[in-house]
């Protein structure tokens, strides 16, 4: 059967003008229709299909069409759950079709490298692992629908503040270890059908412009074969932009920059085969989304909807139960309090902001459940009343709305001050107290966890969280979500404080790799709940850790119980760390996780696959992904502090032959098994000419070399009396890189 690669390409009869043409959006969120190739409608996402029937924009004013609001990225990472999230996928893709959508603009993995960023509600996790695989999961659900995604926002952005402008100042190793390790695992194991670049520039450069990213690493080394797209507006100068590898600049322009286009490619200043390879990327990418679309289809509103729930409920993490305060019985008489039980916060504002086909409230949930419920907001003497009355509080707290949202940063991490006043209050009338979390970005939690003794973070729900929520705190379902994020004791432990604000028109990212956990763990700071935590109403052991070296991974097999009296689904997370490794690396980093159900008494062994690549490190000098040799520690846990095994195994490192130069240090010679011995020989043989015997050693042996490591060999010269040569060194390294080959 035919398929669209195979058929001639329909560009290639079309003038430069035309194939400029293809190359910007026609409206606000639709692609231009020219010869026989047609126009696509893109839209946004990630949690919900935001189809907008009226004016169009990018930040979430305009009106759009009904569709099921899932549970935004950072409630789907606290699930840890790749196949639910590609459940969530296929649906998204199914609405999109019946909604006349041919690209979903989603998902967005960009790390949380601080709890300011205002679109952290968006993101799965501080953490590229977990990023990657569930970002992984999302793409492969939505496009098995006929629909393309749009992994976004490609690269380093980290932050709303002066997005358009601002410059990540980052490392290579970091860029590739943290920030891009997500979106290459997502573009070489699924390949999106576009990748959108971000607003922000790299190291000086634009996304848009920037052929490093969008050429060499996303094309030439990742494979990447779609559509390059730039975020809206994003597009500062589209000549350069489409030189370094930018297809599609959205959203429209009139016409006016495909015009700068063709008069580039008459003038000579840009080739006319770059602009018609791009043309040609955005007619396969019409005809793929061409394909599906005259295939009608629709969705089941209520069946999603349950989705949706079941979804939520996963999500939910159970971050305090001191007394097993939780599940409550349907007997007890409860007081709810504040406003979110009754107007939830479950989505996050912007360009991601859907209009639900409907909504769970909490209380109407929670009173469906329980024999006597009241409802009071704020404090009064009704509240207090009403919580003594009552056999137990929960209380509603969370970030309103306007504190967080696509377009700015917060400037703190805080709760509200009064929603602390009423927790505060309701605790000391009613000990028994649960408090409800609604937010899209990490909040400080220290006194909430001191005053409330049950906590459920909910992050963000989505439309049926209100029924989540009361499923899990009445017990039909056991919590099972595991954070994603630390939860620091103060802002000011966070890795980026100091340096996450523009200043310039620069972010630094001085923290380097230790983001999240892995700057915690580092700096052994104490926070309020770790990356991974999450507990049960139940209780899970853990043994019989192996660990076996295959040729291209590692697997983890260990075996987990259910020690407690409730049917459970337990998280389980492995951790690697590498002591003494040669580069700086965290104490310890997720290489993978798996879950496992059980009910009471039962056990079964959980069999996890690390590959290879997640030992490496980014190599700067040879340019490349490399794994170290050595003795691996290999850990089990509930969380990345909550580690209840440990084994370790021998790994069998990758050969680095970066070569070596004059500015190379003795150290650095000394270290290497084949230079060693030879720089050795060579000391011993200048020895020996200088009339030393053997074993006296001359005045720069083995031992000063060792002394002097520091010293780029180049130098030698200089400290020898004259006694070595620089054609000597020259020699010597040219002798060392030759066995080194």
């Known amino acids: 059967m035919e398929t669209v690669t195979e058929r001639?390409?329909?560009?290639?009869?079309l003038t430069t003008a035309e194939q400029a043409a293809l190359g910007s959006g026609e409206t606000f969120w639709s692609t231009k229709a020219v010869g026989d190739i047609p126009s696509i409608v893109l839209t946004d996402g990630p949690h919900g299909v935001r189809k907008q029937s009226g004016s169009a924009d990018h930040v979430g004013i305009g009106a759009s069409e009904p569709a099921t609001c899932f549970p935004p990225a950072v409630a789907l990472g606290q699930s840890w759950d790749p196949e639910l999230v590609r459940q969530i996928g296929e649906a998204l893709g199914t609405e999109s079709r019946a909604l006349g959508v041919g690209v979903l603009l989603g998902?967005?993995?960009?790390?949380?490298?601080?709890p300011r960023c205002g679109r952290n509600f968006e993101y799965f996790s501080e953490d590229p692992l977990i990023s990657g695989v569930l970002g992984a999961a999302w793409v492969a659900g939505v496009q098995s629908r006929g629909v393309g995604a749009s992994l976004k926002h490609f690269a380093a952005n980290n932050a709303e503040d002066?997005?358009?402008?601002?410059?990540?100042?980052?490392?290579?190793?970091?860029?590739?270890?943290?920030?891009?390790?997500?979106f290459e695992r997502i573009v070489t194991r699924e390949q999106p059908w576009t990748v959108m670049c971000s607003y922000n520039r790299i190291n000086g450069v634009y996304a848009a412009e920037n052929e490093w990213l969008l050429s060499t690493v996303l094309r030439d080394e990742w494979g990447f074969d779609g559509v390059v797209v730039s975020d809206w507006g994003a597009v500062r100068d589209r000549v350069s932009a489409v030189a370094a590898g930018l297809d599609l600049e959205m959203p429209a322009t009139g016409g006016v920059t495909d015009t700068e286009v063709s008069a580039a490619v008459e003038s000579g200043a840009l080739d006319a085969a770059v602009v018609a390879r791009a043309a040609a990327r955005v007619a396969r990418l019409a005809a793929k989304v061409s394909e599906h679309a005259g295939k009608s289809t629709s969705f089941d509103v209520d069946e999603h909807h349950d989705l949706a729930r079941a979804a939520a409920a996963r999500a939910i993490v159970l971050l305090k139960n001191d007394g097993d305060l939780l599940p409550l019985s349907p007997a007890s008489s409860v007081a709810v309090i504040g406003s979110f039980a009754t107007d939830p916060r479950y989505q996050g504002g912007g360009s991601s902001h859907v209009n639900p086909t409907r909504l769970d409230i909490p209380l109407d949930e929670i009173r469906s459940r329980a024999a006597s419920v009241s409802h009071v907001d704020g404090i009064t003497e009704d509240t207090l009343e009403a919580a003594r009355a009552a056999d137990v509080a929960v209380v509603f707290l969370g970030l309103p709305a306007a504190e967080e949202s696509e377009g700015f940063d917060r400037t703190h991490i805080d709760l509200p001050e009064e929603q602390m006043q009423l927790l505060a209050a309701v605790v000391q009338a009613q000990p028994r107290t649960v408090a409800v979390l609604s937010h899209g970005g990490v909040v400080r939690l220290d006194t909430v966890a001191e005053l409330a003794p049950a906590?459920?973070?909910?992050a963000l729900l989505g439309q049926g969280g209100g029924a989540a929520i009361a499923d899990v705190l009445f017990g039909a379902v056991n919590p099972s979500g595991r954070l994603t994020e630390t939860v620091p004791a103060r802002l000011q432990d966070c890795p980026g404080y100091l340096n996450f604000t523009p200043e310039d028109g620069q972010i630094r990212y001085g923290e380097r790799i230790f983001v999240g956990y892995r700057w915690y763990d580092a700096r052994d700071l104490e926070v309020t709940f770790p990356f991974g935590h999450g507990l049960s109403y139940t209780s899970f052991g853990y043994s019989d850790l192996a660990v076996h070296e295959g040729t291209h991974e590692l697997t983890v097999r260990v075996t987990v119980t259910n020690t407690g009296n409730r049917l459970g689904r337990e998280v389980v997370q492995i951790y690697a760390s590498l002591p003494g490794s040669r580069v700086s690396r965290p104490p310890r980093w997720l290489v993978g996780f798996g879950d496992v159900t059980l009910a009471p008494g039962d056990r079964r062994a959980v069999d996890i696959t690390v590959p290879r690549d997640e030992l490496?490190?980014?190599?700067a000098g040879s340019a490349r992904w490399t794994v170290e040799a050595g003795e691996y520690s290999v850990y089990a846990g509930s969380s990345s502090r909550d580690l209840r095994l440990h084994a370790t195994i021998g790994v069998t490192g990758d050969t680095v032959t970066t070569p070596f130069?004059?500015?190379?240090?003795?150290?650095?010679?000394?270290?290497?098994?084949?230079?060693?011995?030879?720089?050795?020989?060579?000391?011993?043989e200048l020895g020996q000419s200088d009339g030393q015997s053997e074993g006296q050693g001359?005045?720069?042996g083995t031992d000063m070399i060792r002394m002097l490591a520091s010293i780029p060999i180049g130098r030698i010269t200089s400290f020898s009396?004259?006694?070595?040569?620089?054609?000597?060194v020259a020699q010597l390294i040219g002798e060392v890189n030759r066995q080194r080959s």
Request: charged share 25%; proline share 5%.
């Open 8 to 13: 001639t390409d329909p560009t290639t009869a």
């Open 107 to 114: 998902p967005g993995v960009n790390i949380k490298r601080d």
């Open 162 to 182: 002066d997005r358009m402008r601002a410059s990540s100042q980052v490392d290579e190793r970091t860029l590739r270890e943290i920030y891009l390790r997500a």
């Open 455 to 458: 906590i459920l973070d909910g």
């Open 616 to 619: 490496a490190y980014w190599d």
């Open 661 to 684: 130069t004059l500015d190379s240090t003795l150290g650095e010679l000394l270290a290497d098994p084949v230079a060693a011995p030879i720089l050795a020989a060579a000391m011993s």
């Open 698 to 700: 001359a005045g720069l």
């Open 721 to 728: 009396g004259g006694s070595v040569s620089h054609q000597q």
